[in-house]
């Protein structure tokens, strides 16, 4: 009897490790589990030009709102491209003046000699007339014909002047417009250097310290959105099918469960955490999922962002006969003689 009662303990025993093995090497890809992290909507405070971070107004950890000033930067290139733009704009108010100022002179002159034409050509018109009766000298008749052609170069001189100057102002008009469009854009990009926080959330990592000098584009502060939510990482070849609308549990080690629904499964694996890396194991990669909590104010108040948490299912009718079927598929295809045949090749 007691040899009896040694083999079943042993046999438990040994059941009950490789029940604890299968659980923790595999568990992940038979029943829904898996790991992430409470995170909010990434953004960026950054300069889209070389500057100088003058002072930095925010800590880690410090909750801000949209358009809040964060930070101070001042840039030598925007201060030369201001000083280029605002000469540029001078230089073409000052054209524009000068092409209206002749313009006016020349519509002044126009009427003059759109009249001088006319009556030179009147003239000469009556000349002709007396010319074809023979009682007008040569000389004079020469001297009339010249008068009208000189009158008719003026006018249409100053006629293709006054295209010429209508065009002209019409470009330099466009030009001084885009150079003053040009300037009000920088002046309302750089705002005097303030850098604001794009979204309302809380600073999780300041970058850059005053005096630092930045290029385009690099990150002063990092931000993470006022909204949290779970950004989970599942086996890529898990055996049970995961849906968006799917209840799951959230437990981040404090004596608390949270409930949450997953809301999206992106169509991309992703690198996991280092803290999720296993050692000694090549990089592992896992399919992103992003979870809600189903009370957000309660996770606000109790979970910290980054904080680490497990995920396990919320087992419906559903999900239950789902993962029932999914199994009975899989040992109706081991089981056939198509699949037997090839196991034993």
């Known amino acids: 009897m007691r040899r009896q009662i040694v083999k079943w303990s042993y046999l438990a025993v040994l059941v009950a490790g490789i029940v604890y093995l299968l659980n923790t090497f595999a568990g992940g890809y038979v029943l829904i589990r898996a790991e992430g992290l409470v995170v909010g909507q990434p953004a960026t405070v950054a300069a889209e030009y070389t500057a100088t971070v003058r002072e930095v107004f925010v800590k880690e950890g410090q909750e801000i709102n949209k358009g809040d000033v964060v930070a101070q930067i001042s840039s030598q290139a925007i201060v030369e491209s201001r000083a280029r733009l605002a000469s540029d704009y001078a230089l073409r108010v000052s054209k524009l003046a000068e092409l209206k100022a002749r313009g006016e002179v020349v519509d002044g002159t126009l009427t003059a000699a759109e009249a001088r034409e006319r009556s030179a050509v009147e003239g000469k018109a009556q000349l002709d007339t007396i010319d074809r009766k023979g009682f007008l000298p040569i000389l004079t008749r020469t001297t009339a014909a010249e008068q009208a052609y000189r009158g ?112 999206k499964i992106a169509p991309i ?28 104010n309660q996770a606000a108040q109790a979970l910290p962002y980054f904080t680490k948490i497990n995920i396990s299912g919320r087992y419906n009718g559903r999900q239950i006969l789902s993962f029932i079927k999914g199994w009975k598929n899989r040992a109706a295809d081991a089981l056939s003689p198509k699949e037997s045949k090839r196991l034993l090749v």
């Open 269 to 296: 694996a992703g690198t996991l955490p280092r803290e999720y890396q296993k050692s000694f194991a090549p990089t592992d990669r896992q399919q992103l999922v992003w979870i809600e909590f189903d009370d957000h």
């Open 152 to 263: 008719k170069q003026d006018a249409e001189s100053l006629r293709s002047e006054q295209r010429a100057l209508t065009g002209q102002r019409q470009e330099v008009t466009a030009a001084t417009g885009q150079a003053d469009a040009a300037l009000h854009d920088l002046n309302t990009l750089y705002d005097s250097g303030k850098m604001r926080a794009p979204e309302k959330g809380m600073v999780s990592m300041v970058l850059a310290h005053s005096g630092s000098v930045v290029r385009a584009g690099d990150p002063i502060i990092e931000l993470v959105g006022d909204h949290r939510f779970v950004l989970a990482w599942f086996p890529i070849w898990r055996h049970y099918s995961l849906h968006v609308g799917d209840a799951v549990s959230i437990d981040a080690g404090n004596s608390a469960t949270y409930k949450g629904t997953v809301v």
